[in-house]
T-cell receptor, first 113, second 110 residues
Framework: DAMVIQNPRYQVTQFGKPVTLSCSQT?????MYWYQQKSSQAPKLLFH???????NEADTPDNFQSRRPNTSFCFLDIRSPGLGDAAMYLC????????????FGQGTRLTVV | GQSLEQPSEVTAVEGAIVQINCTYQ??????LSWYQQHDGGAPTFLSY??LDGLEETGRFSSFLSRSDSYGYLLLQELQMKDSASYFC???????????WGAGTKLIIKP
């Protein structure tokens, strides 16, 4: 089945130690999103790609970077994780951002110790 | 600015009908989406309204009125498994972003 897959599901990292989260999709969607979601809050958009065009949200910290080497894969790099970066990280895809909506992976739960 | 307003919490009884409202103030509005998210899970797409009117998908329906900048999600024959958070989101036509409401926690009582 076509889907969005995030790895790993759970990631524990040390304070300040770089970490990379990955996302792959078999939907052939041209738009990919990275969201951060903390408990009882709405997902917060960090970045999105329209094809290879990268869009960085104005309030996304410089500590967060992203790469999209091809249509199917997207990575989120956190250069120096702080305790405040502990959250669920969600990858999503859509075709042109339109209906039938965005498809989400299962998320990566990041813990910073 | 861009904002979507929805109630923070709604309580209903199993078997009943519940409506979750969403009002929006956004520029470049393209359409309204609804997502369901269970605790610890990822959001899943429920419904999309690009045009005014009602869209029905099984027990769930969604409505949009562009003139009123208003939409709602209607859940019928509520089941305990419908207990979740529900988000409305605005699909912007530029940059292909989704602007999210803060979410409505739906609590269902037996």
């Amino acid at each position: 089945d076509a889907m969005v897959i995030q790895n790993p599901r759970y990631q524990v990292t040390q304070f300040g130690k770089p970490v990379t989260l990955s996302c792959s999709q078999t939907l052939n969607h041209n738009v990919m999103y990275w969201y951060q979601q903390k408990s009882s809050q709405a997902p917060k958009l960090l970045f999105h790609y329209y094809d290879k065009d990268f869009n960085n949200e104005a309030d996304t910290p410089d500590n967060f970077q992203s790469r999209r080497p091809n249509t199917s894969f997207c990575f989120l790099d956190i250069r120096s994780p702080g305790l405040g970066d502990a959250a669920m990280y969600l990858c999503a895809t859509s075709y042109e951002g339109l209906s039938p909506g965005a498809f989400f992976g299962q998320g990566t739960r990041l813990t910073v110790v | 600015g861009q904002s979507l307003e929805q109630p923070s919490e709604v309580t209903a009884v199993e078997g009943a009908i519940v409506q979750i409202n969403c009002t929006y103030q956004t520029s470049g509005f393209y359409g309204l989406s609804w997502y369901q998210q269970h605790d610890g899970g990822a959001p899943t797409f429920l419904s999309y309204n690009g045009l005014d009117g009602l869209e029905e998908t099984g027990r769930f329906s969604s409505f949009l009125s562009r003139s009123d900048s208003y939409g709602y999600l209607l859940l019928q024959e509520l089941q305990m498994k419908d207990s979740a958070s529900y988000f409305c989101a605005d699909t912007m036509d530029s940059n292909y972003q989704l602007i999210w409401g803060a979410g409505t926690k739906l609590i269902i009582k037996p």
